[in-house]
Nanobody, 119 residues
């Protein structure tokens, strides 16, 4: 099992910045990559960004390109999501997830953290 504990988030005005963290523990060797997802009220969970542990290859949703940056600290088994130029439509619960090296599916999830951007 991989345990993921999130921190960060909160309330910020439009144009502001926040940083989310996701610390992984347990069988972290089974994790190929980490991703961030968001879930707005009444909607499904959408992909935001991902990063591989070994090569730091990143991927972003078009809606966040140029505003959000995903990074990782292998020594701390922690992944970050730096969110800049936040917009009200970024308001959502954000989840980090671990992608399995065996199945390439996101099979472990953090507890979620609320991000609210006021206009």
């Amino acid at each position: 099992q991989v345990q993921l504990v999130q921190s960060g988030g909160g309330l910020v005005q439009a144009g502001g910045s926040l940083r989310l963290s996701c610390a992984a523990s347990g069988r972290t060797f089974s994790s190929y990559a980490m991703g961030w997802f968001l879930q707005a009220p009444g909607k499904g969970r959408d992909f935001v960004a991902s990063i591989t542990w070994s090569t730091s290859m990143t991927s972003y949703a078009d809606s966040v390109k140029g505003r959000f940056t995903i990074s990782r600290d292998n020594a701390k088994n922690t992944v970050y999501l730096q969110m800049n130029s936040l917009k009200p439509e970024d308001t959502a619960v954000y989840y980090c997830a671990s992608r399995s090296v065996l199945t390439y599916e996101y099979d472990h999830w953090g507890q979620g953290t609320q991000v609210t951007v006021s206009s």
